[in-house]
């Protein structure tokens, strides 16, 4: 099934040439994302009280056509299924004044709330969201984050208690503006990027510091962002 999303743009979604920023588009998929759970009664709260809840491990994102102040959104998601027993996908599509202007993939894992560990999906668990086999890209497996050999530039960031969300860590979206403290500062004044991947890797909490590093290689941004213990906790590509 596909899940529609209506968005009404805010003035903090847009950059000073009146268009969304990558980290809008991301907001907006990820918010057609959690529509189509509520519908399906699988919500994040209901999830609270069960023994399993989901992660989110990956973003891809390409972007045509960024909207511009004024322009008519809406987004598109439906769940693929599973790809392995412990994975499960789901795309997007963003539209423009009824044209697609962005496609976007995202994989998720369910984790078991005792261990803190991956366990198996229930094929029957994604069934109530009605799958739809399609996807937005050809390739099967998510492009990789080329790693680099050397940074040039770091932030050490304090993570603040209004990054945390209710899973008690820092929200997959603030990683995006931990990472404009590194980019070139042309860069992250607009935010205006064709393509976007982001790896989760390990968990920023209260009272963490956020060392962010940054390069430009393979003619991309790359930012990867650490613990204090130099734990690698995310990993973002833009380009």
Known sequence: MIFE????????????????TINAIVKILENSGSGHSDMAGDNIFEMHNRSNA???TEWQIEVQDYPKYGDEVKAETWSEGLS????????????????????????????????????KIDPAHLDRYENDPRTVFDEKRLSRIPVPETWTAEAKLPVRFSDIDINDHVHN???????REVLPRKEAEIMHFKKLRIAYKNALREGDTAVVRYAFIEDSHVVFIYDAEDHLCCQLQFA
């Open 54 to 56: 989901w992660l989110l």
């Open 84 to 119: 392995s027993p412990l994975v499960a996908n789901r795309n997007f599509l963003l539209y423009k004044n009824g044209e697609v202007c962005a496609k976007g993939a995202t994989r998720w894992i369910l984790i078991d709330m005792a261990t803190g560990r991956p366990t």
């Open 5 to 20: 999303y209506p968005y009404k743009p805010v003035f903090e979604d847009f950059n000073k040439n009146a268009e969304l």
């Open 173 to 179: 979206l603030n990683y995006l503006e931990y990472a």
